[in-house]
């Protein structure tokens, strides 16, 4: 079932070479983050490029819920007049954050230091998804979690009257669990510490200094140490939102392994807590080089030039550095089954609790589709079967996760038989342009099985 919807079963067939610009939307990640300290500052923040997908919308009806005032102004174009740190108003009614982990796990921190209460809930991904993670840390702030068996949603967060700030150490490599401490320690008075022993994405410390918000960041042996100061006046920002990394992988990984193409994605957000899949990819001799390289609004930002990259090999992947493309298995193990010997993938337990099981999902497509998979607890392997080499003619099931359809997709634009997905409706979370734009780049999609 798609997120809002009937399935929408799709095709994805060998067409001819992938050719021109392919504009993708904004940073996920950000645009949450963006919405979320726009509502918690004084005054009037405005932001440019947001990701329309349906998670961000989602979290943008949630700060409406929460009391801020939202206006769309046009395509990514967004004004927030903002409640400040400790305004959130109670929700009159249940907060449904539909597929998104990251808007759910965001605005629980968000909330859990202010007198209200909110009940969460999601489809039937998120229900399944863990919230102990980020409930464990909101309790010692002082906040109490209702949930079902398991710490699954739906559940209510009883936020702290009294909130006291929290010294916590990030047990999974997790950016939504340092994000909610860090959100939740905004209104606790004092000095909230999050410690994390491998780097995850940091757009939220980025855009909290950015907000004014005093916060200290240190490498020590025992890892990144984050202090933030409490009860700050957030300052309106102006955001302009880069565009997702995470999305320019699929167009990206689709010219490397569809004979003759060459395709531009400009503007790419490539914060070196996201651009992991783009070094590996590299290390594997894809075809693929930075144009244009330079900052915008504190993030650093690439033109992305791929070009069909016939003679990529396989690689072990380093597993230090999977928080920085943890999203991007999926598509990478794609294109591993292009490349030339096996593709080893190590330390990625956190696969196993996404939207779907992504190390199940991505074995038993790539298995349907011919090839040869390997998998364990927290690792995976691609035996690549080289260019052109796969044989499609499978039917991937999606598990209601945007990432998986959007792999296998690209998966049957380079396969000998065309590969279908059970479900393109979860998409429209991440990337809801992805068929016209592959389609304008050359690629070949249907709407039911032909
Ligand atoms: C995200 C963090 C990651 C990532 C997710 C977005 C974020 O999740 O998978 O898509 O915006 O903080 P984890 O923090 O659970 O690793």
Redo the contacts with the bound molecule.
Sequence with gaps: MSAHGDPIPMTARRAGPLKGTARVPGD??IS?RALILGALSVGETRITGLLEGQDVLDTARAMRAFGAELTHLGPGEWVIHGVGVGGFAEPEDVIDCGNS??GVR?IMGAMATSPISATFTGDASLRKRPMARVTDPLALFGAAAHGRAGGRLPMTIVGAAQPVPVRYGVPV???????AVLLAGLNAPGQTVVIEREA??D??ERMLAGFGAELGVEDTDEGRVITLTGQPELAPQTIAVPRDP?SAAFPVAAALIVEGSEVLVPGIGLNPTRAGLFTTLREMGADLVYENEREEGGEPVADLRARFSPAMTGIEVPPARA?SM??EYPILAVVAAFAEGPTVMRGVK?LRV?ESDRIAAMAAGLAACGAGVEEGEDWMIVHGRGPGGLPGGASCASHLDHRIAMAFLCAGFAAQRPVTVDDAGPIATSFPDFEPLMERLGAHLARANR
């Design positions: 996920k990640s949450h982990g990251t965001l490599p997790s950016a939504q669990v340092k994000s995850t994405r757009h939220t995470s928080p943890i999203d956190e996404k």
